[in-house]
């Protein structure tokens, strides 16, 4: 059986997720309780709603892509290094014999 998207969250994800149910979806509340401004709060939910969505995508079959995509979402690295780290693993992959990899979009 494969990890859900929940199984594969960091351990300050998922505390920052109860949190944010415990706070009834507050994030005025949420910024209180972390002693943050609302636009951070904001910022971090955004981005892990973003990072939630790549671990969830049944369509990504590398744990690379995976793994960077998840990056880009949190911020970690930018538009730029992303493409060409994917791009640079797609050249990878295509140098192995084909093993009904999909191509990193």
Do not use: N
Request: no cysteine; hydrophobic share 35%; aromatic share 6%.
């Amino acid at each position: 059986m494969t990890e859900s998207w929940l199984e594969k969250l960091s351990e300050e994800d998922a505390s920052f997720i109860k949190r944010f149910v415990l706070a009834s979806g507050s994030l005025k509340d949420l910024a209180k309780a972390y002693g943050i401004s609302y636009p951070t709060v904001r910022l971090r939910l955004d981005r892990l709603i973003e990072k939630i969505k790549v671990l969830d995508d049944q369509e990504i079959v590398s744990e690379f892509e995976r793994t960077l995509r998840a990056r880009y979402a949190e911020g970690k690295i930018d538009m730029e290094t992303l493409k060409a780290l994917l791009t640079a693993h797609q050249g990878e992959l295509d140098k192995q014999p084909d093993s009904g990899r999909r191509r990193p979009r």
